[in-house]
């Protein structure tokens, strides 16, 4: 996806292993009645191209737009996104990731100014942005360094740190818990294109490069401070890696833009890649509900590129894929 973007803008133990056994296949059983119950999760409005998606605990689920600078939520059970957080809230821009903290009542929202893809007369820089996750009120605007760049994808660590990827000039910004501006926390080469971000039990920041194909951890030094890059050997190549979530201590969930849904495992230097599904069309991000994992479906080239603008893009939908978390 961001490779348009630049082209357009230039940018329980009794019963022991009975009982296991029984929960393994009763867990699957589940995780199929999930995905067919609500098999996936369209958007309820035309053109509204959504780019991130995020989840909370009990189902709600969250979509950006790039086409329309909105916010979009399914309520639990419900197979329809319907706009929530209106064009402009807060001085929203241009809408890519979206992140649910659950823990500070928040939803982060990244809000860019992308030249040839914002609209002109936006008044404010790119930011990264607060919002009530209840009611969808604005509550605060953390701007980027010089209100520029292009502000990506968001991850919060444990103790409320929130990480923001930078896909222009290759950067991981932080907001320290209780801090009043962004700083950058990390750059450097093994960081250009930065897209999907998480962080796994280790406490190292993990993101991806959108057209580096790179997979790169960011140990956190005890300090807070960031660590030397390290780019992590996979067991095949990536093709455009874009939305990431952690789902377990060494695990996350990837949204490949070749047109895959990922698990991603980290074993020291090595992420083991398993594809979950295939044949996706331009998949940009996904979020785990359950034993489902969502897979956004965001068919971004009906926006970005001018020779197919004007054509019908059909259904814009997160598919929902069962799967069960490790732990």
Same mark, same amino acid.
């Given at each position: 996806?961001?490779?348009r973007?630049?082209?357009?803008?230039?940018?329980?133990?009794?019963?022991?292993?009975? +009982?296991?056994?029984?929960? !393994?296949?009763?867990?699957?059983?589940?995780?199929? %009645?999930?995905?067919? #119950?609500r098999? @996936? *999760?369209?958007?309820?409005?035309?053109?509204?191209?959504?780019?991130?998606?995020?989840?909370?605990?009990?189902?709600?689920?969250f979509?950006?737009?790039?086409?329309?600078?909105?916010?979009y939520?399914?309520a639990?059970?419900?197979?329809?996104?319907?706009?929530?957080?209106?064009?402009?809230?807060?001085?929203?821009?241009t809408?890519?990731?979206?992140?649910a903290?659950?823990?500070?009542?928040?939803?982060?929202?990244?809000?860019s100014?992308i030249?040839?893809?914002?609209?002109?007369?936006?008044k404010?820089?790119?930011?990264?942005?607060?919002f009530?996750?209840?009611?969808?009120?604005?509550?605060?605007?953390?701007?980027?360094?010089?209100?520029?760049? +292009?502000?990506?994808?968001? !991850?919060v660590?444990p103790d409320?740190?929130?990480? %923001?990827?930078?896909? #222009?000039?290759? @950067? *991981?910004?932080?907001?320290?818990?209780?801090?009043?501006?962004l700083?950058?926390?990390?750059?450097?080469?093994?960081?250009?294109?930065?897209?999907?971000?998480?962080?796994?039990?280790?406490?190292?920041?993990?993101?991806n490069g959108?057209?580096?194909?790179?997979?790169v951890?960011?140990?956190?030094k005890?300090?807070?401070?960031a660590?030397?890059?390290?780019?992590?050997?996979?067991?095949?190549?990536?093709?455009?890696?874009?939305?990431?979530?952690?789902?377990?201590?060494?695990?996350?969930?990837?949204?490949?833009?070749?047109?895959?849904?990922?698990?991603?495992?980290?074993?020291?230097?090595?992420?083991?890649?398993?594809?979950?599904?295939?044949?996706l069309?331009?998949?940009?991000?996904?979020?785990?509900v359950?034993?489902?994992?969502?897979?956004?479906?965001?068919?971004?080239?009906?926006?970005?590129?001018?020779?197919?603008?004007?054509?019908?893009?059909?259904?814009?939908?997160?598919?929902?894929?069962?799967?069960r978390?490790p732990?």
């Open positions: 996806m961001i490779s973007l630049f082209r357009a803008g230039n940018i329980s133990a009794v019963r022991g292993a009975r +009982i296991a056994a029984l929960f !393994a296949v009763g867990g699957l059983a589940v995780c199929a %009645a999930l995905a067919a #119950g098999p @996936q *999760i369209a958007i309820d409005d035309t053109r509204g191209f959504p780019e991130s998606m995020t989840s909370t605990a009990n189902g709600t689920v979509f950006g737009s790039i086409s329309k600078g909105m916010v939520r399914a639990p059970g419900s197979a329809s996104a319907e706009p929530w957080i209106k064009p402009g809230t807060g001085g929203l821009n809408v890519l990731g979206v992140f903290d659950e823990k500070a009542r928040t939803l982060w929202v990244c809000s100014v030249p040839g893809v914002s609209k002109p007369d936006a404010e820089g790119t930011a990264l942005k607060a009530d996750i209840k009611t969808g009120a604005f509550k605060a605007s953390y701007a980027f360094p010089g209100g520029k760049g +292009i502000c990506n994808d968001i !991850a660590a409320g740190t929130i990480y %923001a990827t930078e896909t #222009g000039e290759g @950067q *991981i910004l932080r907001l320290k818990k209780g801090a009043s501006a700083e950058v926390w990390a750059s450097g080469p093994l960081l250009a294109s930065a897209d999907g971000i998480a962080l796994l039990a280790d406490g190292s920041v993990y993101i959108f057209t580096s194909n790179l997979f951890r960011v140990p956190v005890a300090d807070g401070s660590g030397p890059a390290e780019k992590l050997d996979t067991s095949r190549p990536l093709k455009s890696p874009d939305g990431l979530r952690s789902v377990g201590p060494k695990t996350m969930l990837m949204a490949e833009g070749e047109g895959r849904l990922d698990e991603v495992t980290v074993q020291g230097n090595k992420a083991t890649i398993r594809v979950l599904k295939d044949g069309q331009g998949p940009t991000a996904v979020a785990l359950g034993g489902t994992a969502f897979v956004l479906e965001a068919k971004l080239n009906y926006f970005m590129d001018p020779k197919m603008k004007g054509q019908d893009p059909g259904p814009l939908r997160a598919l929902a894929v069962p799967y978390a732990k």
